[in-house]
């Protein structure tokens, strides 16, 4: 981590059927500093999934430029990007092997230790241990069946356990109660002071606390700032923190 991560936003502008297609995002800028986090909110088709699948180049921007660390993603080696970041999607992926498989799914040679150590801060360890079979437990055939926030802490540990310079939460919380959220936010502050945070989330109270909040509506920033800035200043913010 240390000063690593940085991320930009230039003028981004992105359609999936390229150009002269619709535009999903509209002239998106902003700027994430190492080892912030930056929350994302916005209406369901805002394009929030879409604005972080640019930065791994899930897809590739239509317009404008997206920088890690000062460089255009199109310019860093495709496995150097991928080392640099985690990517938690909204939709959890395990596969039927074991517990410890899936989690190592991150990093194929992490040790028992990191493992455990990446669980813990996901607050995944606990209900894990609780298993007769622990670690070895296998997911989805049989046996022990993990609630739906129960995987999202599974595939949150998946992402830790890369130990990226760049962690991206599509609504990965989701389905985990609002307390132990905090919690895992909490370890992730603790652990790590150089992660830079993407959170994307539904509830105002998962971003509420990040360094910045962007607010998407219909492909557009409409509004970026703290909590209380945003509360002052962007209606679209105050109707989502209303509902
Ligand atoms: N879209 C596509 N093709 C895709 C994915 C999305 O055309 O493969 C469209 C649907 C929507 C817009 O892009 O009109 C933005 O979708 P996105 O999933 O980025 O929005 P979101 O803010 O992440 O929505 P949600 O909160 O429902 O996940």
């Known amino acids: 981590p240390g000063k690593k991560g940085r991320i930009d936003f230039e003028q981004v502008s992105f359609s999936y059927d390229g150009e002269g297609g619709q535009?999903?995002?509209k002239q998106i800028s902003f700027t994430c500093l190492p080892g912030e986090t930056v929350g994302i909110i916005g209406s369901t088709g805002a394009g929030k999934s879409s604005l972080v699948g640019l930065i791994p180049r899930f897809y590739d921007v239509t317009e404008g430029t997206i920088r890690v660390d000062g460089m255009d993603v199109r310019d860093i080696e495709p496995k150097r990007l991928r080392e640099k970041m985690a990517i938690v999607p909204q939709k959890t992926m395990l596969f039927t092997g074991t517990v410890l498989e899936n989690i190592r799914w991150g990093k194929a040679e992490a040790t028992h230790e990191e493992v455990e150590q990446a669980a813990r801060m996901a607050q995944a360890h606990e209900f894990i241990s609780a298993t007769p079979d622990g670690y070895e437990t296998r997911v989805g055939q049989g046996g022990v069946n993990f609630s739906g926030g129960q995987?999202?802490?599974?595939?949150?540990?998946?992402a830790l356990v890369k130990k990226p310079e760049i962690l991206i939460l599509d609504d990965s919380t989701s389905a985990v109660d609002v307390a132990t959220e905090g919690k895992i936010?909490?370890?992730l502050r603790a652990y790590a002071a150089g992660l830079t945070c993407i959170l994307i989330a539904q509830r105002i109270t998962s971003v509420m606390d990040a360094?910045?909040?962007i607010?998407?509506?219909n492909g557009e920033v409409v509004g970026i700032g703290t909590h209380d800035e945003l509360m002052t200043s962007c209606q679209v913010y105050q109707e989502i923190?209303?509902?």
């Open 211 to 213: 360094d910045k909040i």
């Open 241 to 243: 923190f209303q509902s």
């Open 185 to 187: 936010k909490d370890a």
């Open 215 to 217: 607010v998407l509506d």
């Open 151 to 158: 995987k999202q802490r599974i595939s949150i540990a998946r």
């Open 23 to 25: 535009p999903v995002l």
